[in-house]
Each structure stands twice: as C-alpha cells, then as structure tokens.
C-alpha cells in the first residue's frame, strides 16, 4: 500500500545517506527482505550475515534479525555502528542460558571444550573455545571430535542430539530450545504427508529428533533452501520459520511450500511457525533506527567483545 512504499522509499534514501547496508535473516517478513535484496545488503542465514557484515565496506550495519545478530555483527567489526530496529528481539535459546549458570556449567567440566550455538550473549560466546552455527555446527563436531575432544554443548538440545547422532561425538548438553521450532510435530506432520504424499520434507534441526526423523534433507536455513531448488520434488513440507518462504520461492520458482504443522494445529495451519522476535523487525522501526541511533545501537562490553571474537574468527576461519 501507499504507507509501506512511502516507508521504503524513506529508507532506501536513509541508507544511502546513512552510508549504512542492511543484513537481514532469512526470518525476516518479505517486505524486510526485499528492502535488503534491492539496497545492495544481503539476506542469509547467521553465518553469512556475520560474515557479510565483517567485510561489507559501509561503515554502518543495520541487522534485521534477533538481538545475538547484531552483538555477533559489532563483536565481528567493533569500529561499525550497528542498529537494530529494536533491541528488544531476543531468542530463547539466548534467555535459557544466562551466564552466571552457564559459567558454572562449564566451570564443573573443565576437561571438555566448550561449544557454543550463535544464538548466545556475547557473554556466553566469551567463555565458549567455539561459536558455531547451524550451517557448520556438524563439521566443527566432527573436526573436534577427530581430534578426541568432549564437548560441551549449550544451549540447543535439539541441534545437540542431532549433531550427536550424527557424529557419534562424546557431547554433554544444556537443555534449551528454540520456542519456534520446538512445537513443530511428529504426529501432525505425518498427517501432512498423507495429504500430500510426493512432498519434500525439510527439517531445520533446531527441531525435536521425531520430527527430524521424517526429514528428506536436515540443515541451517540456507542448505534448506538450497535443497528446496535441487530436490527434484514439487512440494515441500517446510519445518522452520515461514519467514523462508520468500527466499524458497524466489530459488524454486513454481515449487509449492507448506508449513509444517505444530502440535494440535491440524494437518495443514497457517503462520504455525514464525518466530515473534523476528517479527518485531517492522519498516518503521527500521525507518527510526536510521534516524536515531539513540535506544538501538548495539553496544557489546569491549572486554567481553574482545574474549568473544576468538571462538567466533576461530568459526568464520574454519568456514572458509
Ligand atoms: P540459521 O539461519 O543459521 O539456520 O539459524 C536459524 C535460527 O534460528 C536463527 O534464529
Ligand atoms: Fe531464536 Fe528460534 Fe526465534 Fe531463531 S526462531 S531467533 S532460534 S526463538
């Protein structure tokens, strides 16, 4: 409608003015997304969004996404300011791992190095010996776990029984979960498949173990995407954020995506999965946070910063 285009139009100018490039997570709604796409940021998964902001040359980063994308961004280039459009998108797996409980957690097994999910504080990714994210978690496992390390393994339980499984590492877990992903379920996405039994089944593996089970392809949000346009499949059943519908259909065009159901919601459930932290990443919050810096600039502790950026460049190395 008018609004949203004369809000686009605003921002478009802001960021040239702003000398700033905008990096959006692929659970982003669309309209955040094809604001990146055409300014000339980019729109990818956690690991890429931290790298593209490292290396962009714009001195300013506006991060749409959740509160850990824009510390990882100013932890990755402390010489940028970072916005968000609010400070307040946090994560779940973020909240059920606070520091002092997770120091302590460490501190109990000091023989294991400690492996830590990108969805973390910085405070948790400065006690960690790696970050990793869901794109390269299973290499990093399987690298460490060649050479006869035990892990330590927070906060994703989920993600962790995976990866376990799949490497046969020796891993010790937290127990947290991501809100989103956690609902979706076995039983009802069974029922989903008998409606439409040539359907792909993709799985992000923040998922319970059940639900991955069923999946034709497992991984991070861009691999997802990635098999939903090299699967021969014309349909996909999608176990993640619908937010990744834009992109899916933009790399499959002519494909059809459903969203996996959660418990209860029957066999097919509109915005079953979106993430309300992710959400929150409106234009006109965006529009404000080129405005004003003040209330959404991300601020890192520099010590903290400084102690983060080695498990992270020790990821962004490894990845490369
Ligand atoms: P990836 O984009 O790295 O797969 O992460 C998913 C996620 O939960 C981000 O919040
Ligand atoms: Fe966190 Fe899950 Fe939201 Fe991703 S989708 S930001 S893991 S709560």
Redesign the pocket.
């Known amino acids: 409608d008018d609004e949203e285009s004369l809000l686009i139009a605003d921002i478009k100018q802001l960021l040239i003015a702003n000398n700033a490039v905008l990096v959006a997570?692929?659970?982003t709604s669309p309209v955040i997304q094809a604001l990146a796409d055409s300014t000339g940021g980019c729109v990818s998964?956690?690991?890429e969004m931290a790298r593209f902001g490292r290396d962009h040359k714009a001195q300013n980063l506006v991060v749409a996404?959740?509160k850990f994308m824009g510390e990882t961004a100013k932890i990755l280039s402390p010489e940028k300011s970072v916005v968000m459009p609010t400070l307040d998108a946090t994560?779940s797996l973020d909240l059920g791992c606070p520091i002092d409980e997770f120091s302590a957690f460490c501190d109990q097994h000091p023989d294991r190095t400690v492996v830590v999910y990108?969805?973390t504080s910085a405070a948790v990714k400065a006690r960690a010996d790696w970050v990793v994210?869901?794109?390269i978690a299973l290499e990093i496992v399987e690298h460490l776990d060649s050479q006869g390390k035990k892990i330590l393994w927070a906060p994703d339980r989920h993600l962790g029984a995976y990866i376990q499984k799949q490497t046969g590492a020796d891993m010790l877990m937290w127990n947290g979960e991501?809100i989103v992903h956690d609902e979706f379920s076995a039983k009802a996405l069974l029922k989903a498949k008998y409606l439409y039994p040539d359907a792909g089944i993709l799985v992000?593996p923040?998922s319970p173990a059940s639900v991955i089970d069923l999946a034709d392809a497992v991984g991070?949000?861009?691999q997802l995407i990635k098999a939903a346009s090299d699967m021969p499949n014309q349909t996909f059943i999608v176990a993640t954020d619908k937010g990744i519908f834009y992109k899916m259909q933009q790399m499959a065009p002519g494909k059809t995506f459903i969203e996996a159901p959660t418990a209860g919601a029957g066999a097919t459930c509109k915005s079953c999965a979106n993430?309300p932290w992710?959400a929150m990443n409106g234009l006109q919050a965006l529009k404000e946070s080129l405005i004003s810096r003040v209330g959404k600039e991300v601020f890192v502790d520099p010590t903290l910063a400084e102690r983060a950026m080695l498990p992270l460049n020790r990821m962004l190395d490894f990845a490369a």
Do not use: I, Q, R
Request: aromatic share 10%.
């Open positions: 997570h692929y659970y998964d956690s690991l996404g959740v994560c990108a969805n994210t869901s794109s991501c992000h923040e991070s949000t861009s993430c992710m």
